[in-house]
């Protein structure tokens, strides 16, 4: 049976521009490339889901402006069911964004639509209930996050959260949570430790301590998994099992987007059952296959795509 998939979250339009300089407080600077991209952590992580091969939902909310139409365009072109969007008064969140010919970049979100999705009804909860994973970031209000959350633990639906971007999160968020996945930073954030240089004196700094990370983070949750971008991933869960997972080597062009194909190939994976290694390489090919091209959400693999890189990169092959 395919697996089922809802996403709740965040949908932005970004707005990026290729600059050589980023420009200081009130300097203006003369930009070369435009690109209009759908992105949002949200729409990103369904679209991923829905090419990865799940039968994936999206609740979330968009304006009623040219915007909302194109992300809605390209959700239900990935083939995203769409009932539980929105479409309110105002625009569709959007993020301004800078980029520097050393790819540094300076970001800034407009929530628009996505401030507005403050309520989960009883069609959501059904929906969410019936689902086999249910996915959430943190562009969103935390009281939809946490709503969803508890519609999840009333259906048996698992819950997969990605704290992203990075902010501290309290405990009531994370108690129902069954795994979570963050990047270097986001898990610094989280564990509290951003800003410490050297915690346990072990010579290495929050962010590249490992094992300290996850030590910390299962405090607050009973399974974690720390992407660490072209290293791959680390898995640890309540009770012992620790796991490291390479990434396949790749020719890494532009790793936007990366995480969020690596967090909806994983829910997909973790909705079909497939063991934990298993699932990791697979999404570690999931994001891995992301970085391969430019773009955000046009760059996320489909499920073909991923099966390439995971049978390229970790089944055996005969030698001759
Ligand atoms: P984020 O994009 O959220 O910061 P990471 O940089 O950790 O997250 O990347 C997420 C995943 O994408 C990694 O776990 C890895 O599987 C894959 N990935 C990212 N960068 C590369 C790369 N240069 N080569 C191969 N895989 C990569």
Redesign the pocket.
């Known amino acids: 049976m395919t697996a089922r998939v809802v996403v709740v979250g965040s949908a932005n339009m970004d707005l990026v521009v290729e600059t050589p300089t980023l420009p200081r407080p009130g300097e203006t600077v003369l930009g070369d490339g435009f690109l209009a991209v759908p992105g949002g952590k949200g729409a990103n992580q369904a679209v991923a889901a829905a090419r990865a091969g799940a039968d994936c939902h999206f609740l979330g909310a968009v304006g009623l402006d040219a915007f909302g139409d194109e992300l809605k365009g390209c959700l239900a072109a990935a083939g995203v069911g769409l009932d539980g969007l929105r479409r309110v008064a105002g625009p569709s969140g959007v993020a301004l964004i800078a980029v520097d010919a050393a790819a540094e970049n300076l970001i800034v979100v407009a929530p628009g639509a996505n401030a507005h999705f403050t309520d989960l009804d009883a069609i959501d909860r059904d929906l969410i209930a019936g689902c086999d994973v249910l996915l959430c970031q943190l562009e969103i209000p935390p009281e939809t996050v946490a709503q969803a959350v508890a519609a999840a633990r009333r259906g048996g639906t698992t819950i997969v959260l990605n704290a992203?971007p990075a902010r501290a999160l309290p405990d009531e968020l994370l108690a129902g949570v069954d795994l979570l996945v963050v990047?270097?930073t986001e898990a610094t954030v989280l564990a509290g430790l951003d800003g410490a240089r050297d915690p346990d004196g072990d010579g290495l700094a929050p962010a590249d301590d490992v094992p300290m990370l996850l030590d910390t983070l299962l405090t607050r949750v009973p399974r974690v998994v720390l992407?660490?971008?072209?290293a791959?991933?680390a898995y640890a869960e309540r009770g012992g099992l620790r796991l490291e997972v390479g990434?396949?080597?790749?020719e890494?062009v532009d790793?936007t987007a990366?995480?969020d194909?690596?967090t909806g190939a994983l829910a997909v994976a973790w909705a079909q059952g497939r063991a934990i290694e298993e699932s990791l390489r697979w999404?570690?090919a999931a994001?891995?296959a992301?970085?391969q091209h430019r773009g955000a959400s046009s760059s996320l693999p489909v499920q073909a795509e991923i099966d390439a890189l995971y049978d390229r990169a970790y089944q055996p092959h005969p030698t001759a």
């Open positions: 992203a990047n270097q992407t660490l971008g072209a791959g991933a990434a396949p080597p790749v890494a790793t990366a995480g194909a690596f999404a570690c994001g891995a992301c970085a």
